[in-house]
């Protein structure tokens, strides 16, 4: 087996584990790099690949280059990190997914395990098959989630589980080790979807504490939480929960604005949330007047 392996990376993560392995394994121990742009988020680290690749005088790719017969050439491994799409020779592919398989397969993983309140959360390798994510694990790595905590942090530390799996498998592929891998159990599987523009907008359905964490999950480096206020976007950057009180017909006055001192606390179907930091999506200045209403 050719003990190079190639890399189809993306992100932040992608970025951390392949400079990683560069410093330890060698710029010789790498095939070749594809890479993609992610305009779903704000800082997609596409530059950053691309240069230390060069840098480094590997072959790189942008994924919308023709490398067909590149691909179906290499016999070797290859490892994909935050990857989007179906990579059309599988033949040796493993993939690293910020997930415990087999819950939370597909997009997002991170932003939806956030949101809902997870205690844990990690990465997999595991191989492709024709189905996303169902395919056979090779091994995981976990960690514990406190909150609040929002999703830089959680990247900062979900990025070096990432290379710790890379370096454990290839360094097992160097060594002409069988990869030994285990079925899913699919009585446990979940899936993610990914996220549209409509999935950046507050759910007002949702009580303070789960709009706090959709706030912080979708956060830098995605595109921030949204709301609408007198039919403008409002990017809320920070909230923060106050404690409740008592107010009557409480469902008939969700999105409300009950204080107003330094920032707005709003009314959410179970508490109170303050919204600290908010842009217009539009770049206008924002004036919120006392009685508003966020929807």
């Known amino acids: 087996m050719n003990n190079k392996v190639a890399f189809y990376v993306m992100n932040s993560k992608g970025y951390y584990t392949l400079e990683k392995f560069i410093n330890r394994f060698g710029a010789q ?15 997609d680290f596409f530059q950053e690949i691309e240069s230390l690749v060069k840098a480094n005088d590997i072959t790189f790719h942008d994924k919308s280059d023709d490398y067909e017969f590149l691909e179906s050439s290499f016999a ?42 997870e205690s844990q959360s990690g990465v997999t390798a595991l191989f492709a098959n024709s189905e996303y994510d169902k395919g056979d694990i090779i091994a995981q790595k976990k960690f514990d989630i406190k909150y609040p905590v929002k999703i830089s942090e959680v990247i900062r530390r979900v990025e070096p589980l990432y290379y710790e799996l890379v370096e454990e498998v290839f360094t097992s592929i160097k060594n002409n080790e069988t990869l030994i891998s285990i079925k899913q159990d699919e009585s446990k599987s979940t899936y993610s979807l990914w996220l549209d523009d409509e999935d950046y907008f507050i759910d007002w359905s949702w009580p303070s504490t789960q709009i706090k964490r959709f ?81």
């Open 29 to 43: 121990s790498v095939e070749f790099v594809i890479s993609g742009k992610d305009k779903s988020i704000q800082h």
């Open 76 to 117: 070797g491994y290859k490892f994909a990190i935050g990857w989007r799409w179906i990579i059309r020779n599988d033949r040796n592919l493993i993939v690293f997914h910020d997930s415990l398989l087999p819950k939370y397969r597909g997009f997002a993983p991170l932003v939806n395990c956030l949101v809902n309140n």
């Open 215 to 295: 706030v912080d999950a979708v956060g830098y480096p995605y595109c921030n939480a949204k709301t609408y206020l007198d039919n403008k976007i409002i990017k809320v950057i920070n909230a923060e929960l106050v404690e409740d009180v008592y107010i009557e017909n409480r469902a008939r006055h969700i999105g409300k604005i009950i204080f107003y001192d330094d920032y707005p606390i709003v009314v959410c179907k179970n508490g109170l949330i303050a919204f600290k930091d908010l842009v217009c999506e539009d770049e206008e200045k924002i004036k919120i007047k006392f009685r508003s209403r966020f929807y």
